[in-house]
């Protein structure tokens, strides 16, 4: 966690810098702003806590803009030149008001960890009792609770060719990666998740 903070912090550091002073002043005010809000940060997502620190931005932004050199000035239609406006400015609150840029920081780590943890592949392991080659090749596992699962051979993956070079029988005990699609069955007639072999080990 804390690497990836620190990393986060050098992404801000990096942001190339306006050499204007009224950026620090901006950074100042915007963490006044956050101050006086009150807020609680253990109930805003990373969405709500970036909207918060945007519109104390945008609102000091707005009452300097005068001190801005004209090739310097950003339209709130410029979407990449606000998001540059906005990394300039956390660079200035880093000093003002570390920790907001720090709960920022942790937010956007927490919503990867749980987006990579929803994403991840699950597996199931199991006995195989049966392999079937149709229009795709089906392999037929039962766990170790007695519950069977049927996966099909859709994409390519490293270990693939312990399937397709018929080095897998039944009755081989192994460990299956998969991910569910919804595909079209036409068996059924009808649409329904189907779990896509992503990865094979033999036991």
Same mark, same amino acid.
């Given at each position: 966690?804390?690497?990836?903070?620190? $990393?986060?912090?050098?992404?801000?550091?990096?942001?190339?810098?306006?050499?204007?002073?009224? $950026?620090?002043?901006?950074?100042?005010?915007?963490?006044?702003?956050?101050?006086?809000?009150?807020?609680?940060?253990?109930?805003?997502?990373?969405?709500?806590?970036?909207?918060?620190?945007?519109?104390?931005?945008?609102?000091?932004?707005?009452?300097?803009?005068?001190?801005?050199?004209?090739?310097?000035?950003?339209?709130?239609?410029?979407?990449?030149?606000?998001?540059?406006?906005?990394?300039?400015?956390?660079?200035?609150?880093?000093?003002?008001?570390? *920790?907001? $840029?720090?709960?920022?920081?942790?937010?956007?780590?927490?919503?990867?960890?749980?987006?990579?943890?929803?994403?991840?592949?699950?597996?199931?392991?199991?006995?195989?009792?049966?392999?079937?080659?149709?229009?795709?090749?089906?392999?037929?596992?039962?766990?170790?609770?007695?519950?069977?699962?049927?996966?099909?051979?859709?994409?390519?993956? *490293?270990?693939?060719?312990?399937?397709?070079?018929?080095?897998?029988?039944?009755?081989?005990?192994?460990?299956?990666?998969?991910?569910?699609?919804?595909?079209?069955?036409?068996?059924?007639?009808?649409?329904?998740?189907?779990?896509?072999?992503?990865?094979?080990?033999?036991?």
């Amino acid at each position: 966690m804390m690497k990836k903070l620190v $990393l986060l912090v050098i992404l801000f550091l990096n942001a190339v810098s306006y050499s204007q002073d009224v $950026l620090q002043v901006i950074g100042n005010e915007s963490c006044e702003c956050l101050a006086t809000k009150k807020l609680d940060y253990s109930k805003l997502s990373k969405a709500e806590l970036q909207a918060q620190v945007g519109l104390c931005i945008i609102k000091s932004y707005t009452n300097h803009i005068s001190e801005f050199k004209a090739e310097d000035k950003v339209s709130f239609d410029d979407t990449a030149g606000m998001r540059k406006l906005g990394e300039n400015v956390a660079i200035k609150m880093l000093v003002a008001c570390p *920790e907001t $840029l720090m709960k920022l920081g942790e937010k956007t780590i927490e919503e990867q960890e749980v987006v990579e943890e929803e994403t991840a592949d699950s597996f199931i392991e199991g006995e195989v009792t049966e392999i079937k080659t149709e229009q795709f090749i089906s392999l037929f596992i039962k766990d170790n609770n007695g519950r069977n699962y049927n996966f099909i051979l859709l994409d390519y993956f *490293e270990s693939a060719a312990i399937i397709t070079n018929n080095e897998l029988k039944k009755k081989d005990f192994v460990k299956v990666s998969y991910t569910e699609i919804e595909l079209y069955d036409p068996k059924s007639k009808e649409f329904r998740y189907f779990k896509i072999i992503t990865g094979l080990e033999k036991k």
